[in-house]
T-cell receptor
Framework: DAKTTQPPSMDCAEGRAANLPCNHSTISGNEYVYWYRQIHSQGPQYIIHGLKNNETNEMASLIITEDRKSSTLILPHATLRDTAVYYC?????????FGTGTSLTVIP | GAVVSQHPSRVICKSGTSVKIECRSL??????MFWYRQFPKQSLMLMATSNEGSKATYEQGVEKDKFLINHASLTLSTLTVTSAHPEDSSFYICSSASGGPYQETQYFGPGTRLLVL
């Protein structure tokens, strides 16, 4: 079962930062937080992952709270192509259990 | 990231026939690959973990005799839906994993849309 909860939907204005929250209050000490996104009718695309420290790559930033019970994915300058369902996953072993995700709509 | 392909991308078959879906890890050797199913407007559901050279591990509620998985090489896993019925119509997605324990990033294929008439 998924160990994460996310808001079902969010809107963001084009060019603004999109901040997507995720709660994972039962996360274990050795479990990583992964973020993927799925554009309609495609396979999920890897975005970023982290354990404790904040992470940044060319796509996004990941902010993990100190107690690791929640995290936020930040898309710094959202574009229309960022419209997708975003999934936050806590890695229990090597199997991924997807929750319902957040449907992000970027508005022109 | 790693590149994973699936074939076919779309298949339509008659009820009672079997359909084979291939998943290939194109640029790295995957000892473990995963199969998911996704119904419309729902999230991905893990079906099974495919281990190279050994039997697949199925999630609870997934019939192993109906969804046959073969992972004969480090770059290829196949899922065969046997005696397909309309309720098996779905989007089937595979992934391959790279990385060490607890840090296995999965890279997903583009998916195969199955329609059973």
């Amino acid at each position: 079962d998924a160990k994460t909860t996310q808001p079902p939907s969010m809107d963001c204005a084009e060019g603004r930062a999109a901040n997507l929250p995720c709660n994972h209050s039962t996360i274990s000490g050795n479990e990583y937080v992964y973020w993927y996104r799925q554009i309609h009718s495609q396979g999920p695309q890897y975005i970023i992952h982290g354990l404790k420290n904040n992470e940044t790559n060319e796509m996004a930033s990941l902010i993990i709270t100190e107690d690791r019970k929640s995290s936020t994915l930040i898309l710094p300058h959202a574009t229309l192509r960022d419209t997708a369902v975003y999934y936050c996953i806590v890695n229990a072993g090597n199997q991924f259990y997807f929750g319902t995700g957040t449907s992000l709509t970027v508005i022109p | 990231g790693a590149v994973v392909s699936q074939h076919p991308s779309r298949v339509i078959c008659k009820s009672g026939t079997s359909v084979k879906i291939e998943c290939r890890s194109l640029d790295f050797q995957a000892t473990t690959m995963f199969w998911y199913r996704q119904f419309p407007k729902q999230s991905l559901m893990l079906m099974a973990t495919s281990n190279e050279g050994s039997k697949a591990t199925y999630e609870q509620g997934v019939e192993k005799d109906k969804f046959l998985i073969n992972h004969a090489s480090l770059t290829l896993s196949t899922l065969t839906v046997t005696s397909a019925h309309p309720e098996d119509s779905s989007f089937y997605i595979c992934s391959s994993a790279s990385g060490g324990p607890y840090q296995e990033t999965q890279y997903f294929g583009p998916g195969t849309r199955l329609l059973v008439l």
